[in-house]
């Protein structure tokens, strides 16, 4: 099975970033099993703005997770580039998630006693080639509150936030899930043009969940998930603006 | 079970390992507590039971030569119940095959008696017997030591005169609970014995026929102490009485009493310091468990639960991990007390020992623990009963966090994001930080305790013997003699250099002030005997006036300039007033000093001495011994140098143990504090710290931001620590002060060290306990849910 995948791997088009095959997420819980995915295919490419739809439960912060290297598969392997994530070790895990991917939650996480600008540096100092914190916060809209602490900021703020810093390091693949979820359908629209720009103007690989599918309008491809398997792809012909979004 | 309760068990079995190092504090507490406090208690019973059912005398008086027949009047003084006369020599010893001087005191007894005061113990052989002029029987430590065995012969040089004793008994007195060489530092029980004879053979040698030289006495009911001592050296003051002194000033009954008031002071410190601690662990796992129920005591509330109840759910929870704390402290407690008690039984030669642990002592335990966890989370769990359900429902806002003031001077440039992290996380919560750096401290502190004692009484040493008394040998006459005596000393193959110097007891007066003690006359330029002010650095013996330790000064309220009255108790029994001229630093007894010929001038006895000082040449060392050995007109031979190092060989033992206790104790309260505290830090920062782990920190640059909280901590704590131990020790000194011995607050390099060296293993254990909590860091989980 494992050379199978091998061989599909050596055929791959250049522009795909992620290459998912056969993905299996059991969670033991107890004595009960919980089949979060129950084998997912899928490529994602280069460039490309991605929305993860689907209910409550239907294995979209599982996949997520997996694709960042939170997480590993029970069965099935990940491919990012050439490399198997099933198969690296914690350490690998660490270094790919510090140089690769950026993150942004639905919470924020935002770490309280640091700055703005600080929330934002404490991944630049880390990474290869990052951008300036401020650049970054520009990026969002926040130049003016670089200073503030998380409990100084609104929700929307801290979200945005937490967006600059996800793309501060300049990673290859950026990370949503449910980025407006905590937050009203004003806020959340600013998040969302937000993450548009960064997609547009540095060409970062966008995954975002939600279960809103309005918020699929704005996507170049959205995939549908259900009970842990695919159960629709498709284009959009034409993307709509986070502002001319109907929620 | 109700619901709630089950609740109460779950938890408490969820947080076991933070409930045991909080237990394990209080553990410490109250063992010590209970430990010292029956000690203690065990020691005044076993005392005083000794005493009752040996019939201690009450009243000791030693004189030159009295007849019998004075026993009659000695009687007839109100207040006085019994009264025992005795022979009492100092004589030196001859043990076979041990080179060194060895003295001893030898005791009048009657044959098949245990005396009628003083009872003695007979621990293996049997009692004298009547017509055998040679039996003797041994302090059984004495016995011990050389390995005497009933059966096994001895020689003593009584009067001049080489005797040979057959060995009969091993056996204790009250008398010689503390059996202390006259002059000595330390008992050493190689050296120095004490010795029961029948009453002929002695008295005969010391033209004693018909009389006596030491007399004992006890007090009937209505007897006033004070008016029986006045009236018993008016009696005595014909025959050469040096004053007669109270049970309390016996000496062996001194140092016992020393040692109960040392115990009493440690089992009051120690177990302030662990139950202080433990109030703060309390307080700090309280407040979280608290904070993290939040949602759950909204919800008790809400079911119906009132105020009252809640607070009594979580203070349930807290009097339950104290419980444990304080049963097992309980239990380990009176295992060590009987252990200790049983020591003391054998470092001081009691004869049984009665452990009494009272009813009072359990109850204080348990309730000082209970008050003090109660008040530890008094704060934490009246601020969860009073929280309003509806607000407790929503999730804490983000914490408020502040630029630090080391950044606010411009320094934060130099700092990265994690460290920045550190000093925000200390300084957010002021007195939390605080509360640990105390905690820390204090464990720190405790361990300082051990490695003093032992600085101390080397350095006593040290400055007694390294730089004051630099002789080799001290010999001792049986009376004043002349001179000249020093010549033939000085002509004994191997001797160097001979000091002689002149010793009389007597009473010093200042003001209503008085003190009992010897004044010594002494070679003005001595090399063997130097005064040293409190500097250490040698004084000069001015040709008038009187020289006194510094703390005899300040028990009489004397300054340097006033005049002293000085009661001579032997001879002529002059009574002079001289001028104090200096104060002299000494840590052992307290003395005066004049120069040799002042003091014989005011005693007008002429130019004589009473003992000598000798500096000898190593290899002729044993010839020496064996010549002042058979000397008639020496009364004993004190050596110095192996007396100290056989009592460092003992001391080293005790003080082992006693570092292995404080060790143990302080390493439980460094590692109770500072595991609990990351524990804690780590619940509180889950998300932060799994936040950073998703950004692509490792797991050691995470452990960074907790550790490094926990190290700056550390490093403060260290010097504060250093601080209250320094703090600890001069109160420990300053309460041991006595007229006995003074401790010195010395403390080597090696005590702060060591000291330091274990709370940063003890935190440096907490870390690998916490690193494999950090392996365990859900990130998933985390990230899936607001706090
Ligand atoms: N750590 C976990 N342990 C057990 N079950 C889990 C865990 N994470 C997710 N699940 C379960 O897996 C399924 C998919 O969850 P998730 O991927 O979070 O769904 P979504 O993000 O689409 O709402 C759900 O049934 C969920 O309960
Ligand atoms: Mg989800």
């Known amino acids: 099975m494992s050379s199978d995948s091998q061989s599909r791997h050596q055929i791959l088009e250049e522009n795909v970033v992620f290459h998912v095959h056969e993905v299996t997420k059991v969670y033991q819980m107890g004595e009960v099993q919980v089949r979060a995915l129950r084998g997912v295919d899928i490529d994602l490419h280069r460039g490309e703005f991605t929305v993860l739809l689907g209910a409550s439960g239907s294995g979209k912060s599982t996949l997520l997770n997996i694709l960042g290297g939170l997480d590993i598969p029970t069965e099935g392997h990940v491919f990012y580039g050439e490399r198997d994530l099933t198969r690296a070790t914690e350490r690998e895990l660490t270094e790919y998630r510090r140089f690769h991917v950026g993150f942004v939650f639905q919470f924020y996480n935002l770490i309280p006693s640091l700055t703005a600008r600080e929330n934002v540096a404490v991944v630049t100092e880390i990474a290869k080639s990052p951008m300036k914190p401020e650049d970054a916060l520009k990026l969002v809209g926040l130049e003016s509150r670089l200073d503030h602490f998380p409990a100084q900021l609104s929700g929307g703020e801290q979200q945005r936030v937490a967006i600059a810093r996800a793309i501060a390091k300049n990673p290859d693949v950026l990370l949503c899930d449910e980025p407006t979820g905590a937050l009203d359908s004003k806020t959340g629209i600013v998040v969302l043009q937000a993450l548009q720009r960064v997609n547009q103007a540095l060409g970062t690989t966008t995954v975002v969940i939600t279960h809103n599918a309005g918020i699929a309008q704005m996507a170049d491809r959205v995939i549908h998930l259900t009970d842990g398997l695919i159960s629709k792809v498709y284009k959009n012909e034409t993307r709509l603006r986070p502002d001319e979004l109907n929620w | 079970m109700k619901a709630i309760d089950i609740k109460l068990w779950r938890e408490l079995w969820a947080m076991r390992m933070q409930a045991l190092a909080i237990a394990m504090v209080i553990v410490g507490g109250v063992s010590i507590f209970i430990m010292s406090l029956s000690t203690l208690d065990s020691l005044f019973e076993t005392r005083e039971n000794y005493y009752r059912n040996h019939h201690f005398a009450d009243v000791f008086a030693s004189l030159k030569r009295a007849p019998l027949s004075l026993v009659k009047r000695i009687q007839e003084i109100p207040g006085v119940d019994k009264v025992e006369t005795r022979v009492l020599a100092y004589v030196n010893l001859d043990v076979e095959d041990f080179k060194d001087p060895v003295s001893g005191h030898l005791l009048s007894l009657n044959a098949n008696s245990a005396g009628l005061l003083n009872q003695i113990y007979l621990r293996k052989g049997r009692l004298l017997e009547a017509g055998r002029d040679n039996e003797v029987l041994l302090s059984e430590e004495f016995a011990r030591a ?356 002149r010793v009389v007891t007597a009473k010093l007066q200042f003001e209503h002030r008085s003190y009992r003690t010897s004044v010594q006359g002494i070679a003005p330029n001595g090399r063997l005997m130097r005064l ?163 950004l692509g920190f490792h797991r050691s640059e995470v452990a960074y931001i907790l550790l490094g909280e926990m190290a700056v901590l550390t490093l403060i704590a260290i010097p504060l620590g250093i601080m209250i131990g320094y703090g600890l020790c001069a109160y420990l000194a300053f309460q041991f002060d006595s007229d006995l011995y003074r401790i010195p607050l010395v403390l080597g390099l090696k005590v702060y060290a060591f000291a330091a060296l274990v709370v940063i293993s003890s935190s440096v254990i907490s870390v690998l306990m916490i690193w494999r909590n950090l392996a365990h860091l859900d990130m998933v989980a985390v990230l899936k849910t607001k706090e």
């Open chain 2, 146 to 501: 050389h390995d005497l065995q009933p059966g096994d012969k001895l020689a003593a040089t009584i009067n001049g005169r080489r005797k040979v004793l057959n060995v009969v008994g091993h056996v204790l007195s009250p008398e010689y609970i503390y059996q202390i060489a006259p002059g000595a530092m330390f008992p050493d029980y190689y050296r120095y014995g004490v010795l029961w004879m029948a009453r002929k053979p002695l008295a005969s040698a010391y033209d004693m026929d018909g009389a006596f030289n030491n007399v004992t006495l006890t007090l009937s009911k209505e007897g006033n102490e004070q008016d029986v001592i006045d009236r018993l050296d008016e009696l005595l003051k014909p025959y050469g009485g040096i004053g007669a002194y109270a049970r309390k000033d016996q000496l062996s009954n001194r140092f016992l009493t020393e040692e109960l008031k040392q115990q009493k002071t440690i089992a009051t410190i120690f177990p302030m310091i662990f139950l202080g601690v433990a109030a703060f662990l309390l307080n700090v796992v309280a407040s979280r468990l608290i904070s993290l129920q939040r949602e759950q005591i909204a919800g008790l509330k809400a079911f119906g639960y009132s105020n009252f109840a809640v607070g009594l759910h979580y203070t349930k929870l807290i009097l339950m991990i104290t419980a444990i704390g304080v049963i097992a402290g309980i239990g380990f407690g009176i295992w060590m007390g009987k252990g200790m008690s049983n020591i003391y039984m054998t470092f001081y030669s009691l004869p049984f020992m009665i452990y009494v642990l009272k009813a009072e002592v359990i109850i204080a335990a348990v309730l000082i623990s209970m008050g003090v966890a109660m008040v530890g989370t008094l704060y934490a769990v009246s601020s969860a009963a009073r929280l309003p359900p509806a607000q407790a429902m929503r999730p804490e806002p983000p914490a408020m966090y502040h630029t630090t003031l080391i950044e606010k001077l411009g320094l934060q440039r130099f700092f990265s994001q994690p460290t920045r992290m550190i000093f925000r996380h200390i300084e957010r919560r002021p007195l939390k930080s605080l509360m640990t750096i105390l905690g820390i401290s204090m464990a720190c502190g405790t361990m300082m305790v051990g490695g003093f004692q032992e600085g101390a009484i080397k350095h006593m040493v040290e400055v007694q013997f390294g730089m004051s008394q630099r002789s080799d040998l001290t010999a001792i006459f049986t009376e004043p003699t002349s001179q000249r005596s020093l010549y033939s000393l000085q002509s004994l193959r191997g001797v160097e250099h001979v000091e002689g110097f």
């Open chain 2, 532 to 694: 040293l002010d409190t500097r250490l650095q040698v004084i000069d013996l001015p040709p008038n006036g009187i020289i006194l330790t510094d703390y005899l000064a300040e028990i009489l309220h004397i300054k340097v300039g006033d005049m002293l009255t000085i009661e001579v108790l032997e001879g002529n029994r002059p009574v002079v007033q001289v001028p104090v001229v200096g104060l002299a630093k000494e840590y052992l007894g307290l003395n005066g000093y004049m120069q040799l010929n002042s003091l014989n001038r005011l005693l007008n006895e002429g130019h004589v001495i009473s003992a000598a000082w000798l500096k000898v040449d190593r290899l002729h060392q044993v010839n020496i011994y064996a010549e002042l050995k058979g000397a008639p007109r020496i009364a004993g031979v004190v050596e110095q140098e192996s007396a100290i190092k056989s009592f460092y060989e003992t001391m080293d033992e005790t003080i082992l143990f006693f570092t292995y206790i404080t060790t143990l104790l302080g390493g439980s309260i460094a590692f109770g504090v500072i595991y609990n505290s990351m524990r804690i830090a780590l619940s509180e920062r889950n998300r932060e710290l799994a936040s950073l782990r998703v």
